[in-house]
């Protein structure tokens, strides 16, 4: 049985992944932190800590508290705050990562982190972009993303720990909302048709970018956690991805519930330079190879269950 440590447990992952692993592992087996406590079901089902990942000792403590043999670290800004906050971000990203894997080599524990397609750049093929390619990503976000998969690498062959990642697309989720992300237009636009019936978006159209559904990322978190060590060739970071669309894609997708859905553009600089930096579409065949990945939901699927789940959460 696994003794598992999440940071960042209250976060747009984190809030799924708590639930997910104490149903599998028992409630007592799974120790969520935060830097903040909101009182929800994360808090309330099972230990929960204070922690503020930039504390190297109170992390240690924690863990050592509880004899953890597993360290899940979710803690980080995502790319749109990284951009406006960099120097916040790499103390905050970098910071809490060798954090979390000075943990992990300390009590011998097994490692997970999420990369992210923001590890790429604008020198990556765009389009089906391999698992080994060429990265040099221009922003804080994807230089802290790169930095994470080549640091995990090395406490991996350098002092044996078992460090796994998966290179996230946008997650889109009706549970937790996602913050300050570039892809976070594909969760907002499901809120705003089903409140206002019309969605101004940030991201322009004709962007593509690759998404997933929170289900299948996190059986994918699972699945890599579970897997034969020996199969493992890459380990930090696989790329998953379950599909890759622009904004107009999802607009019709969700006319077909909301026939009189409209979408207009806002275009944010920032983001969408971001954006544009990204992969059209990323390859996983590495993942499905060495540890079986598989995603279940597209995007017609995932729009349906969204807006049946959100229409039950907006009342
Ligand atoms: C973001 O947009 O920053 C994240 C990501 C793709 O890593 N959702």
Redesign the pocket.
Known sequence: MKKILLTGALGQIGSELTMKLRDIYGDTNVIATDIRDNGSDVVKSGPFEILDVTDAKGMFHIAKKYDVDTVVHLAAL???TAEAKPLLAWNLNMGGLVNALEVARELNTQFFTPS???AFGPMTPKDLTPQDTIQRPTTM?GVNKVAGELLCDYYYHKFGVDTRGLR????ISYVAP?GG????YAVEIYYEALKNGKYTSYIDKNTYMDMMYMPDALNAIVDLMEADPAALSHRNSFNVTAMSFEPEQIAAEIRKHIPNFRIDYNVDPVRQTIADSWPNSIDCTSAKEEWGFKAEYDLEKMTVDMLDKLKVKLG
């Open positions: 995502l790319s749109a992210s397609i923001g976000y996230f697309p946008g997650l996602p992300g570039t892809t976070d």
